[in-house]
């Protein structure tokens, strides 16, 4: 239904990335569209769309979002926070105070705008997990949960793509006054290298105080960690300019070069661009 793929957690030049590799290998995308319905005598035949298209089919594989149900939760008596995921607090307690909510079934708080988030991951939960178990007899203020980042990754044909905290449109949305970086480069160097991959990182940071609000990655297998990079940079509210002075492990067969370090260079465009 939405203009592009995965636009809800990536910027469009990522989004654009994906749609190139999957039409590539044949596969049609219709966006701006919606499903009407799934026909067919005994099996799935047939595919409706509210635009009037239609389409052959052999099988479907539904991927449309999924919801917690809330229905244990509220014959419990717990209260539902304002996503209707359960409410709890910097510790994970609910409003009664024997039962802590992680995971899936936990409302979530964005980590910049504290307004609702629907993430729902395995990293998110494991996270929020182990803050409840620290805090399950007393309270250890030194594990709280400051907030949700939205971070996760996903790998499309050979294409390794990460997003973290907001994208450019998403801060932009919720009234962010932001400056963006973007560097492409190679994840070893020389970018010659037998495995070398490209890498583009983008970062969004706050146009004034310069704190990184968000970034995303694509490219090779080395995208999946340096998107947590990233993840960590937002986690730790670090500046461009701490970005800038980033120290690093480089070594050829393993990382891009100490000079073309993709985000750093990426903390550089947005700090020349203020
Ligand atoms: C196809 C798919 C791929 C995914 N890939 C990723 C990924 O790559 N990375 C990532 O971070 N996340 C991924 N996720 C999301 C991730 O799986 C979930 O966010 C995560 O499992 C949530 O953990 P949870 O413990 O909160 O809930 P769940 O894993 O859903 O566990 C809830 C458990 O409670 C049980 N249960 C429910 N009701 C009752 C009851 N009344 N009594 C007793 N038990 C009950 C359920 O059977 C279930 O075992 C993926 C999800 C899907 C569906």
Redesign the pocket.
């Known amino acids: 239904m939405f203009p592009h793929l995965l636009i809800n957690s990536f910027d469009l030049e990522f989004s654009e990335l994906v749609e190139e590799r999957l039409k590539a290998r044949c596969v049609n995308i219709f966006t701006n569209t919606k499903v009407k319905e799934i026909r067919g005598e005994g099996k799935v035949e047939k595919v409706y769309f509210d635009d009037g298209k239609e389409v052959d089919v052999d099988s479907v594989i539904l991927g449309v979002g999924?919801v917690f149900?809330p229905q244990?939760a509220v014959k419990a008596g717990i209260e539902l926070g304002r996503g209707k995921g359960i409410w709890v607090d910097e510790y994970m307690r609910t409003t009664d105070p024997d039962i802590f909510a992680?995971?899936?079934?936990?409302g979530k708080k964005d980590f910049y705008t504290r307004k609702y988030t629907p993430v729902?991951?395995?990293?998110?939960?494991t996270a929020e997990a182990r803050i409840a178990g620290a805090n399950l007899y007393e309270l250890k203020v030194i594990r709280e949960n400051k907030g949700t980042i939205a971070i996760?990754?996903?790998y499309i044909d050979g294409l390794v793509l990460g997003s973290a905290g907001l994208t450019e449109q998403s801060a932009k949305k919720e009234g962010f006054e932001i400056v963006s970086g973007i560097a492409q480069g190679m994840d070893k160097h020389p970018g010659t290298l037998t495995g070398s991959s490209k890498v583009k990182v983008k970062l969004i940071f706050s146009r004034r105080s310069g704190i990184i609000l968000g970034g995303q990655v694509a490219g090779g297998m080395s995208c999946g960690e340096m998107i947590n990079i990233i993840g960590m940079a937002i986690q730790q509210r670090v500046s461009y300019t701490d970005l800038e002075t980033l120290q690093m492990a480089t070594h050829p067969c393993l990382t891009s070069a100490p000079t073309m370090y993709p985000i750093v260079l990426a903390a550089e465009d947005a700090a020349d661009k203020v």
Do not use: D, F, K, P
Request: net charge neutral.
């Open positions: 999924a149900n244990l992680v995971g899936a079934c936990a729902m991951l395995a990293s998110t939960a996760y990754s996903t």
